[in-house]
């Protein structure tokens, strides 16, 4: 009895046996470094390919919305920075208002209690603060910031504040 005989009698018909005979070979190709294809890893790479075809259409889908979302946060964070520059200059603008005011009020002869006089120091220091962190100039207001001081620090010397039901 030969070899294919032998086959026979198993019930395995031609295509069986070259069958088994492609899929030992196929296991051994992978075995041998000189062969860089393996039929088994092809087949399981094409079958999980077709298998997650939808989910990579709705991932490229998903992956088109979020770079138009980072587009639209780009855009937000621009117009909130420049919202707040806007906001730190106009508060800016209303401390040095404020300072200017007081400081012509006080050279008019308009007396302050010592409670004004430590909330618009405390307006200076915080422009003061706000110019030195950003490297701008100051010379609009500094001899204003000068008489505050100078003044407040004469009303202490002289006790001379505004007290509670005086008129300035």
């Known amino acids: 009895m030969s070899f294919f005989d032998f086959i026979h009698s198993l019930g395995i018909s031609d295509f069986g046996f070259w069958g088994i005979v492609a899929f030992v070979v196929s296991v051994f190709i ?13 087949l399981i790479k094409f079958l999980g390919s077709q298998f ?7 991932l490229d889908t998903v992956r088109g919305e979020i770079k138009a979302l980072d587009g639209k946060i780009d855009k937000v964070q621009t117009q909130l920075s420049d919202h707040i520059t806007e906001s730190e200059i106009k508060s800016l603008q209303d401390t040095r208002r404020y300072i200017l005011e007081f400081c012509n009020s006080c050279m008019n002869d308009r007396k302050h209690t010592r409670e004004q006089f430590r909330f618009v120091l405390k307006q200076c220091d915080s422009y003061e603060s ?28 002289e006790n001379s504040f505004l007290k509670e039901g005086e008129l300035s």
């Open 130 to 157: 706000y110019i030195e962190k950003n490297n701008l100039k100051n010379g609009e207001i500094t001899d204003a910031i000068n008489e505050i001081r100078r003044l407040h620090a004469k009303c202490i010397q």
């Open 52 to 58: 997650n075809s939808a989910i990579d259409t709705k």
């Open 30 to 42: 992978d075995w041998r470094p000189e062969f860089k294809w393996n039929p088994w890893r092809s």
